[in-house]
């Protein structure tokens, strides 16, 4: 199968699990089943429809809309299904259509939900970091064995440093960060490097503007969580770290 092919074939997939991963980010901080019910109108709670519960094109077909009551449907439910579709699209055509590729996917579809979750909560379930966790060492043993003590180290490192960030300042760092940065180190190794650096400018750049539309005081009170900032971070660790890290060794060394 040629990377093309692969690719599209993975944004299919991925864009049919997006569509799971939407469960997952609504149920899962709940404590609800994810699997029982079936998916439903949040408004009438009328199941939805197999035909209807197709990613993207589903919900453009209904226009939006449910089409028992007429009660509109996010957009942000589609928006997420192509995100993850596209991603995991791009993880094929810079990865290759082989096993390099199985770490860089399972990256992708655990960082989708705890950015959802972690935007509409403030937590990051410990769930989904042990899924990360064991899954990084796993394919890291099973496909690339002599990266293994790099991402332990890279992992260690990673979670080490906001442990001590949390311990310094508990009120702007919680342990489900610590634990994600952990989990970042395993899956990127040295790459985690750029990723935490991008993750933090991020924060600090997205802090700044809201201090500045809300003053100070308000702006404070916000409590923008920084989960999703790391998950941009390992997005851009994930795709561009290894070269990130090689230029500023070749420039600075």
């Known amino acids: 199968m040629s990377v093309g092919v ?21 149920r899962l901080p709940r404590k609800e089943s994810l699997l029982h019910p079936p998916s439903r109108c949040p408004h009438c709670g009328t199941n939805v429809k197999p035909y209807d519960n197709v990613p993207v094109l589903g919900w453009l077909w209904l226009r939006g809309k449910c089409r028992a009551c007429g009660a509109p449907i996010s957009w942000h439910y589609p928006a997420i299904e192509l995100l993850t579709g596209v991603l995991c699209a791009l993880c094929v055509l810079h990865f ?17 939900p705890i950015t959802l979750i972690d935007l509409e ?29 790099e991402n332990l180290i890279a ?6 440093f906001f442990l001590l960030a949390a311990i310094v300042y508990p009120a702007g760092m919680g342990m489900g960060d610590v634990k994600l940065a952990g989990v970042l180190g395993l899956f990127l190794g040295r790459a985690v490097a750029p990723a935490i650096f991008v993750a933090l400018i991020s924060g600090v750049l997205i802090g700044a503007v809201i201090i500045a539309r809300y003053g100070s005081a308000e702006g404070r009170k916000k409590g923008i969580p920084f989960g999703p900032w790391l998950s941009f971070g390992g997005l851009v660790g994930l795709f561009a770290g290894d070269a990130m890290v090689d230029w500023y060794l070749d420039t600075f060394t």
Do not use: Q, T
Request: aromatic share 6%.
């Open 6 to 26: 692969a690719a599209l074939a993975a944004g299919i997939l991925g864009a049919i699990i997006g569509s799971f991963l939407n469960v997952v980010a609504y």
């Open 96 to 112: 290759g259509a082989d096993a390099d590729v199985w770490a860089p996917l399972l990256l992708v579809l655990l960082l989708i």
């Open 121 to 149: 909560h403030h937590i990051i379930p410990n769930v989904l970091s042990a899924i990360g966790a064991i899954g990084a060492i796993a394919l890291c043993i099973a496909f690339d064995s002599d990266s293994l003590v």
């Open 155 to 160: 992992g260690a490192a990673a979670g080490g």
